[in-house]
């Protein structure tokens, strides 16, 4: 089983729509918890960090459910510029980070 | 501004052959980290490092080597190329702590033939 788990997608969704992304890791001694975007042929970049309480950024809300291992993404009112791919990543022990599939989503007119 | 940088951007080599990709991070990082990226895998840790002399092994570490003689510089070495190492290379750094961001590299994309 893979260590982090994500729904590849594609996600097609409308501008001004709501998407919800989801994530689940294997190891439960993980320490912290991110969201990071990729755009094509891109370097990946950090989006937010996902705390246990649940954090907010403008339209983008991250979960995290520690005990069922599951970490989830919310982008409200979908702009086209949010078209990117959208990677859930798990720090378990050190600092290496790993990385899941990743999700695509693509935000038509 | 600090920065991370990969060179050669683009490359081509022939099955066999040794290739070494640089990576020069001016963050000042002790954490390094060399990824490799293709279709259907996502990003796979290859080797990293926390700090001058230490290497660590990654998920995807056979046929790769890396050193560290410095803060700034984490080299990846192909030792003898193999057209299943054809893919778009990342290295990363980052900061002290698990919470940390990573920043990475603009990525070199390696092609053996």
């Known amino acids: 089983r893979k260590e982090v788990e994500q729904d590849p997608g594609p996600f097609n969704v409308p501008e001004g729509a709501t998407v919800a992304f989801n994530c689940t890791y294997s190891?439960?001694?993980?320490?912290?918890f991110f969201w990071y975007r990729q755009d094509c042929r891109k370097e990946p970049k950090l989006l937010m960090s996902?705390?246990?309480s649940g954090n907010e950024d403008g339209r983008f809300t991250a979960q995290l459910n520690r005990a069922s291992q599951y970490i989830s993404l919310l982008i409200r009112d979908s702009k086209l510029s949010d078209s990117a791919t959208y990677l859930c990543?798990?720090?378990?022990?050190?600092?290496?980070?790993?990385f899941g599939k990743g999700t695509t989503l693509s935000v038509s007119s | 501004d600090a920065e991370i940088t990969q060179s050669p951007r683009h490359k081509i080599i022939e099955t066999g052959r040794q290739v070494t990709l640089a990576c020069h991070q001016t963050?000042?990082?002790?954490?390094m980290f060399w990824y490799r990226q293709d279709l259907g895998h996502g990003l796979r840790l290859i080797h990293y490092?926390?700090?001058?002399?230490?290497?660590n092994k990654g998920e995807v570490s056979d046929g790769y080597s890396v050193s560290r003689s410095n803060t700034e510089d984490l080299p990846l070495t192909l030792e003898s190329a193999a057209s299943s190492q054809t893919s778009v290379y990342f290295c990363?750094?980052?900061?002290?702590?698990?919470?940390?961001?990573?920043?990475f590299g603009q990525g070199t994309r390696l092609t053996v033939v």
């Open positions: 490092s926390y700090g001058v002399h230490d290497t």
């Open positions: 990543v798990v720090n378990q022990a050190g600092t290496a980070l790993i």
């Open positions: 963050w000042n990082h002790n954490n």
């Open positions: 190891n439960s001694a993980s320490q912290s």
């Open positions: 990363a750094s980052r900061g002290a702590g698990t919470d940390t961001e990573a920043f």
């Open positions: 996902v705390y246990s």
